[in-house]
């Protein structure tokens, strides 16, 4: 039994055995993710809300084991900053899908493809399963920068899921995928800004 929608073979096998699916077989998984009834619900609840969860909890729980090196210097967040931080980045990455999916939605017809916020949110959801995943390297903050090469194969999963779910034309998908990663780091480079600023002030109270 594989390929199964993730509530099929209860949460946290079905989110287990979809993750697998979309990374280790993503041309096989699309077509099944395509077919699935769904809605903004039943995408995020449980899957997107426990793999987004993976990077902010490994890298609070490493940060404090481990500390986090710059420069040559280690540095040990305060618990208080750690924790808020950890908590703003995993709403904003809920939020990102949301975004990101209204984007690709919107930009469909531009790529010959057809609008459908659903399938939109499909690809946005599955599409970040790699870099939740990768998220889990946060444990060793040293090992911090493998979670970017899964982040990377996660454009290999939305260059093979776009065209399918949006209806584009496979000769667009390649332009449909380069803006949808534009988006992609200006969303992310949006998030980190968000996240210091608002951390910086507890972190700064914590120093003293």
Known sequence: ????????????????????????????????????????????????LALAAIGPLAGLIGGQLFGLTMFGVTYRPPLVSALVSAIISYGLSLAT??????????????????????????VAAYTGTAG????????IPALSPIGLLFALYGLYILYLGLPMLMKAPEEKALGYTVVVV??????????????GALAAPLMMGGSH
């Open 97 to 122: 899908i949301f975004v990101l999916a209204l984007v690709i939605d919107a930009l469909a017809p531009s790529f010959g493809g057809q609008k459908n916020q659903v399938q939109a949110l499909k």
């Open 1 to 48: 039994m594989t390929d199964l929608p993730p509530n099929s073979a209860g949460p946290a096998s079905g989110i287990i055995q979809r993750a697998k699916d979309i990374l280790l077989k993503p041309k096989e998984t699309w077509p099944v993710i395509a077919a699935e009834p769904a809605t903004v619900q039943s995408i995020y609840v449980p899957y997107v």
């Open 132 to 139: 939740w995943v990768g998220g889990i390297f946060g444990l």
């Open 182 to 195: 534009l988006v992609v780091i200006a969303l992310l480079i949006l998030a980190t800004v968000i996240v």
